[in-house]
C-alpha cells in the first residue's frame, strides 16, 4: 500500500500557482518524498524529490515541513499542459516505488 | 525523450498468441522495473531487476516471463494471456546508489490489447 496521501482532484487557473499537498504522517528518517505526474497515456514523468530540505528546480518546488509528516508540491505559474496526474510517494533505500492514486490537477483556462 | 524507450507502443494479440516487449534504457542505469498499469487502478510493480538479476516478482502469473540481457534491456516475453491482462506496461530504470535516492525513469509504454 501506499503510504501517502493526497486529494483526488484540484483545479487551478491558468498562470496561477498550483500547490498540492501530500500526507505522509507515517514516513521514517531515511525515506524520501517523490513527485512525479502522468499525462494521459503517457508514462510517468519524475518531477522532483528530497529528504528533508525544500528542493526547486526547473519544473517546480517541493516544500516539506519540519516534521516531515507532509509536503507541497508547487507549480509557480500552471499552464494547461501542466494537466496531469501528479503522484506523491515516499521511498526508503532498498524499497520499491509504490505508487497510489494520486491527485488529478485540471488547470483551466 | 526520456531516455527509456519502449517498443512498440500499441500491440493486439490473441489469447493464444507468443508475444514480446522491448525496452532499452539510455541513462547508464543498473536497475529495471516492468509496472502494469490497468484502466483506473493505480501503477501496480511486476518485476525489479538489479544488475541484470531479478530481485523481485511481484506474485506475477507465469504468463507474463521478464528478461533482462544487460542493464540497458528488459523484455516482457507474453504467452496464452487474459482479457483482463489489457494494460499499459511500463518499463522504468534508475541507478543503484548508496542513498538509496535514485528516481525512477519511466518510458510511456506499450498499451497492450487482449482480444
Known amino acids: 500500500d501506499a503510504k501517502t496521501t493526497q486529494p483526488p482532484s484540484m483545479d487551478c487557473a491558468e498562470g496561477r500557482a498550483a500547490n498540492l499537498p501530500c500526507n505522509h504522517s507515517t514516513i521514517s528518517g531515511n525515506e524520501y518524498v517523490y513527485w512525479y505526474r502522468q499525462i494521459h497515456s503517457q508514462g510517468p514523468q519524475y518531477i522532483i524529490h528530497g529528504l528533508k530540505n525544500n528542493e526547486t528546480n526547473e519544473m517546480a518546488s517541493l516544500i516539506i515541513t519540519e516534521d516531515r509528516k507532509s509536503s507541497t508540491l508547487i507549480l509557480p505559474h500552471a499552464t494547461l499542459r501542466d494537466t496531469a496526474v501528479y503522484y506523491c510517494?515516499?521511498?526508503?533505500?532498498?524499497?520499491?516505488?509504490?505508487f497510489g492514486p494520486g491527485t488529478r490537477l485540471s488547470v483551466l483556462p | 525523450e526520456t531516455g527509456v524507450t519502449q517498443t512498440p507502443r500499441h500491440l493486439v494479440m490473441g489469447m493464444t498468441n507468443k508475444k514480446s516487449l522491448k525496452c532499452e534504457q539510455h541513462l547508464g542505469h543498473n536497475a529495471m522495473y516492468w509496472y502494469k498499469q490497468s484502466a483506473k487502478k493505480p501503477l501496480e510493480l511486476m518485476f525489479v531487476?538489479?544488475?541484470?538479476?531479478?530481485?523481485e516478482n511481484n506474485s506475477v502469473p507465469s504468463r507474463f516471463s521478464p528478461e533482462c540481457p544487460n542493464s540497458s534491456h528488459l523484455f516482457l516475453h507474453l504467452h496464452t494471456l487474459q482479457p483482463e491482462d489489457s494494460a499499459l506496461y511500463l518499463c522504468a530504470s534508475s541507478q543503484l546508489s548508496g542513498t538509496g535516492s535514485s528516481p525512477l525513469h519511466f518510458g510511456n509504454g506499450t498499451r497492450l490489447t487482449v482480444t
Open positions: 531487476y538489479n544488475f541484470k538479476e531479478q530481485t
Open positions: 510517494i515516499v521511498r526508503g533505500y532498498g524499497q520499491n516505488f509504490v
